[in-house]
C-alpha cells in the first residue's frame, strides 16, 4: 500500500515543481531588454521543465532515444538540480522555486539509491530498470 501512495506522490510533486519551473521560466522571458543571458536560459527551460509535467500524463514514443535522462530518478534529480540553478534570478517567487527544485532534486538522487522506493511505470516502459538491488537486469549479451 505504501508504494502507491508514493507513486501518487511523486506524480504530485513532478506535476507541481514542472509547473512552477516552467511558470518560473516563461516570467523569465521579460529579461529579454535587461538581460539577454537570463532570457537565453528561460529559453533552454522552458521545454525541460514543461516535459517534466508533460511525462506525467503521456510519454512520447521517441523520448527515451533522445532524452533518457526523464526515465531514472538520477537523471531526473540531476534535471531538477539544473532547472533549479537555471531558473534562480530574479525576485523571491524565483528564488523559492529554485530552493524547492533544488531540495526535490537531491531527494530525487537519493531515491534511485534507494531500493524501497518504486519507480514509476513509465520508467519500465521505456528501457530496463536500472535502480540498486534490481537483480532482474539481464542485457541479454553474453561474452562467448
Known amino acids: 500500500m505504501s508504494t502507491v501512495i508514493t507513486k ?31 532570457f537565453a536560459l528561460s529559453l533552454f527551460a522552458i521545454p525541460l521543465s514543461a516535459m517534466i509535467v508533460m511525462l506525467e500524463f503521456r510519454v512520447p514514443s521517441q523520448l527515451f532515444d533522445f532524452a533518457s535522462f526523464y526515465f531514472s530518478y538520477l537523471g531526473r534529480g540531476l534535471l531538477q538540480i539544473f532547472l533549479g540553478i537555471i531558473i534562480c534570478h530574479g525576485g523571491a517567487l524565483k528564488l523559492m522555486t529554485a530552493f524547492l527544485m533544488v531540495i526535490s532534486g537531491i531527494s530525487f538522487c537519493l531515491f534511485q539509491f534507494l531500493p524501497m522506493v518504486e519507480e514509476p511505470d513509465y520508467f519500465k516502459i521505456a528501457g530496463n530498470s536500472l535502480t540498486v538491488g534490481d537483480d532482474e537486469f539481464d542485457d541479454g549479451d553474453d561474452v562467448i
Open 8 to 38: 501518487k506522490g511523486i506524480k504530485f510533486v513532478n506535476i507541481a515543481i514542472g509547473s512552477l519551473a516552467t511558470l518560473a521560466s516563461l516570467s523569465q522571458i521579460t529579461y529579454v531588454v535587461s538581460d539577454f543571458n537570463i
